[in-house]
């Protein structure tokens, strides 16, 4: 950034000239270099943008008696907003955040083929699955669990960061769902999606941060989410 001293002339400048950015702040006119565009048009974010009118349509279409019974339960289940955990979420919150998860794994996932839940289920939450690891095996990048899945009955849903040296460990990493298929076990291999978001998977000795939560079809939603970081081993 470099500040300009107007002269006779010229008296002011403002906008962009080839890449370079001119403006008024507090110390007078400057300039910097224009920053690069964000692309918005790319296959994921329309993929989210299109899921996210789909959802609300579907919301529109429910009757008034079911968005009461999505309030009703979103009391019930008590889920807390992620920027004030002294509220919950509303019903048509918990509507969106159940059914965001539903349809972005329902291609890879059976139980999900119908992937609209329209009308809540009363039940006790599931206990949350937690992760005991995270590592390469041969061909996969396995996230192990401490609990069984039964793939007959759930789906696990795993959030996870781009590969992390221990410097760049925080809380504000941006995790991203796994779009993988849940399958009989103690683990969940992302190996293949995981590389279509960040290019590789992570390397031993480097970190990840992760969460995971659980659909359990008896209890009609998904679990709590369990947060916590790993090295790859």
Same mark, same amino acid.
């Given at each position: ?20 950015? &001119? ?13 690069? /565009? ?11 943008? /299109?899921?996210?009118?789909?959802? =609300? ?8 008696? =079911? ?8 009391? &019930? ?17 918990? &509507? ?57 009955? =759930?789906?696990?849903? *795993? ?48 970190? *990840? ?25």
């Amino acid at each position: 950034m470099a500040r300009v001293k107007l002269s006779g002339l010229v008296s002011d400048i403002s906008g962009r000239i080839n890449g370079t950015v &001119f403006q008024r702040n507090q110390s007078g006119l400057i300039m910097r270099n224009q920053s690069g /565009n964000i692309n918005s048009n790319t296959v994921r974010s329309n993929t989210q943008r /299109n899921s996210t009118a789909i959802i =609300q349509s579907s919301w529109q279409l429910l009757t008034d008696n =079911q968005r009461l019974l999505w309030q009703n339960y979103s009391i &019930f289940i008590g889920h807390k907003q992620k920027r004030n955990s002294s509220l919950n979420i509303n019903g048509h919150q918990l &509507f969106i955040k159940i059914n965001s998860l539903r349809l972005a794994l329902s291609p890879v996932n059976d139980l999900f083929t119908t992937w609209l839940l329209s009308t809540p289920i009363f039940s006790p939450l599931i206990s949350p699955f937690q992760i005991t690891s995270i590592g390469i095996d041969v061909t996969l990048l396995k996230v192990v669990f401490d609990t069984e899945i039964f793939a007959g009955t =759930q789906v696990v849903a *795993v959030f996870i960061s781009r590969p992390l040296r221990g410097s760049q460990l925080s809380g504000n990493q941006k995790l991203t769902l796994m779009k993988s298929s849940t399958f009989n076990g103690f683990y969940l291999d992302i190996n293949d999606y995981y590389i279509t978001v960040y290019g590789r998977v992570p390397v031993p000795g480097e970190f *990840v941060q992760a969460k995971v939560c659980v659909w359990e079809d008896t209890a009609g939603s998904f679990s709590n989410y369990s947060v916590n970081r790993f090295e790859i081993f």
